[in-house]
């Protein structure tokens, strides 16, 4: 038979949980001021960089509904020793509303066309960014208007975790571009936004990498069937049309060549910069509270 404790044993024990609560009361009242303090800079850092990053957003969230309303900005693709491929266009939120685009090819005269008057091409990666940063605006929104619920680790590592995953996917709609197979490229869709329309051996697609606005050119030529890789096999990644075909009519063209210019767009390098700077504020916040999780600390 097991001896009972002896008395200098519980005694251990007792200071044990004295020495044990007084740590965890102190724990308390540092978490406590972290809510007070840390918390309370770190969400109105954040709500500044939302709602600068919204005000960037309003020609998306009030578009204009003719060419006559937007308020344009003109862009010109950089400098790159090629001259192949210009363009002047006008973008108002996610819409290119005009667009005058000159392709020069080997051996033969340059093409020229324009996005046709009083219609817009649709930039759906800014319209996808848009709404995911609506969706962090609410989530954020959501934070604000119950900070008196944020009172413990692991309500304010979920709630700014999946306003964080949110932002995540803003960016990621810009930075990874699912770009269009080769059917979508010469559809007669997008062709019929250009006037005049271009050869059936050229195409040409706008969309975003990251903050930049690109213009995309695929050359093709004629080919017999079964000589290359369908359409249906190809990965939208850069240079991946090259090879592809597609029909018009009878006829069978492969894609033979692919060039593209870019521009920067300096109000979507802003809207990337502060929904990083929103991301970053809010992962230094469930950094700090992490301390506290395993304690289950309660204000």
Request: hydrophobic letters at 35%; aromatic letters at 8%.
């Amino acid at each position: 038979r097991l001896a009972p404790p002896s008395h200098q044993m519980m005694a251990n024990v007792k200071c044990r949980d004295q020495n044990d609560e007084a740590e965890r009361e102190a724990l308390k009242k540092e978490f406590v001021w972290l809510l007070e303090n840390e918390y309370t800079r770190k969400v109105a850092d954040i709500n500044k960089s939302m709602e600068e990053c919204a005000k960037k957003f309003v020609s998306v969230f009030q578009p204009a509904t003719s060419d006559k309303d937007i308020r344009p900005i003109i862009f010109r693709p950089s400098q790159t020793g090629d001259d192949s491929i210009s363009y002047k266009v006008s973008l108002d939120g996610d819409q290119i509303w005009r667009a005058d685009i000159t392709i020069k090819l080997a051996s033969r005269r340059p093409h020229k066309t324009s996005i046709k008057e009083h219609s817009a091409w649709k930039l759906k990666q800014i319209q996808d960014c848009a709404n995911y940063f609506q969706v962090a605006q609410k989530q954020f929104h959501d934070i604000l208007q119950s900070s008196s619920a944020m009172n413990s680790p692991k309500q304010i590592q979920k709630s700014f975790g999946d306003f964080i995953s949110t932002l995540r996917q803003a960016v990621e709609v810009l930075v990874v571009p699912q770009l269009p197979d080769v059917k979508e490229v010469y559809s007669a869709e997008l062709r019929g936004q250009l006037k005049p329309e271009l050869p059936e051996d050229v195409a040409l697609f706008f969309y975003i990498s990251s903050d930049s606005l690109v213009l995309s050119v695929l050359i093709a030529a004629t080919t017999q069937k079964g000589n290359t890789k369908s359409a249906k096999d190809q990965t939208t990644s850069y240079g991946s049309w090259v090879g592809t075909t597609y029909d018009v009519g009878s006829i069978t063209y492969e894609v033979t060549g692919h060039q593209q210019v870019s521009s920067p767009v300096r109000w979507l390098q802003d809207v990337l910069a502060f929904i990083k700077d929103a991301q970053q504020l809010a992962q230094e916040l469930i950094d700090k509270v992490q301390t506290f999780d395993a304690y289950g600390l309660e204000e």
